[in-house]
């Protein structure tokens, strides 16, 4: 049973959307979710949310965690095809180690 | 500042060979953890370290070991490979996330085949 369900599994879109990704989570001693981009290797870190409601953004990216309802989204506005990979949403659960609980990611395609 | 380093990028197996995937930090991070990666799938936790000498299992511990006698170094043993290791392996360290801000940091990556 999946703890971190992502949705869509996969979009297509070009260039100059909006779109937003959607995470949905269920884990005990919930720490933080964090939100991943994936290319050809390693993912790179995104945000870290750890508050309800406080929006983290970054350029055309934000993020915002709502803790009562167990789910995150990451929106992206002004898409480029710089955009294209996968993202990755992790909860962490607390209780010493700090792991990661990742979900199954969103492919996003960004066409000219 | 190097990072998180995975040797080797790429490996072929035989079934039933084995080998250990290396994997070293250099930011002085307790946690340490391995992961791997199916097609269309997230990343799974196979391994974690909480520091030198203590190692825990994670969601997919069958058919690994592992071993953390150095801060620096955890790496990842596959006794008898089996077709069904074939997947792309993450090493990743953190700090405690309490109090700190910083996520875990991920290697490369080792894309292993198991033929």
């Known amino acids: 049973e999946d703890k971190v369900v992502q949705s869509p599994l996969s979009l297509v879109v070009h260039e100059g959307d909006t779109v937003t990704l959607n995470c949905s989570y269920e884990?005990?001693?919930?720490?933080?979710l964090l939100w991943y981009k994936q290319e050809k290797k390693a993912p790179t870190f995104l945000f870290m949310l750890?508050?309800?409601?406080i929006e983290k953004k970054s350029g055309r990216l934000s993020s915002i965690l709502d803790k009562k309802e167990l789910f995150s989204i990451l929106n992206i506005t002004a898409t480029q095809t710089g955009d294209s990979a996968i993202y990755l949403c992790?909860?962490?659960?607390?209780?010493?180690?700090?792991?990661?609980?990742f979900g199954k990611g969103t492919k996003l395609t960004v066409n000219p | 500042n190097a990072g998180v380093t995975q040797t080797p990028k790429f490996r072929i197996l035989k079934i039933g060979q084995s080998m250990t995937l290396q994997c070293t930090q250099d930011?002085?991070?307790?946690?340490m953890y391995w992961y791997r990666q199916d097609p269309g799938m997230g990343l799974k936790l196979i391994y974690y370290?909480?520091?030198?000498?203590?190692?825990d299992k994670g969601e997919v511990p069958n058919g690994y070991n592992v071993s953390r006698s150095t801060t620096e170094d955890f790496p990842l043993r596959l006794e008898l490979a089996a077709p069904s290791q074939t997947s792309v392996y993450f090493c990743?360290?953190?700090?405690?996330?309490?109090?700190?801000?910083?996520?875990?940091?991920f290697g490369d990556g080792t894309r292993l085949s198991i033929l």
């Open positions: 990743a360290s953190s700090y405690r996330l309490q109090g700190s801000n910083q996520p875990q940091h």
């Open positions: 370290s909480v520091g030198a000498g203590i190692t």
């Open positions: 992790a909860v962490v659960e607390g209780g010493g180690s700090e792991k990661l609980v």
């Open positions: 750890t508050s309800s409601g």
């Open positions: 884990v005990t001693n919930f720490r933080s």
């Open positions: 930011m002085n991070h307790n946690y």
